[in-house]
């Protein structure tokens, strides 16, 4: 994901829908080895919101890594879960930068 981010942004990751709708754990840890600030992670209905990052001046590539979710089974007749969008958020509105699949 390589995202401009302002520090109000908020990064949102969608799970698919084989994930429970609050991911089976309400308390989700995130961390990133590219962004600075004080990460904090929560969930509604499968979408992963992640805030207290600061300023991305320059487009870079994000590494997130989220912990605590559980993994579904998967579909027998697919062999997979499904596919994840992510994208920047600006003031709960409106999407900067989406990536779907």
Known sequence: FDALLSHLDSII???PRAFDRDLGNQDL???ST???GILSCSVDN???SI???SLVPEPKN?????????????DKQEGMTGSFNIGALRFSKQYVNY???
Do not use: M, Q, W
Request: proline share 3%; aromatic share 10%; charged share 20%.
């Open 62 to 74: 994000v590494t997130l890594t989220i912990y605590g979710f559980i993994i579904p089974n998967a």
């Open 13 to 15: 990751i969608e799970f």
């Open 34 to 36: 590219t962004l600075e």
């Open 29 to 31: 840890d995130c961390s």
């Open 46 to 48: 499968r979408k992963v």
């Open 99 to 101: 990536k779907a699949n």
């Open 51 to 53: 805030t207290g990052h």
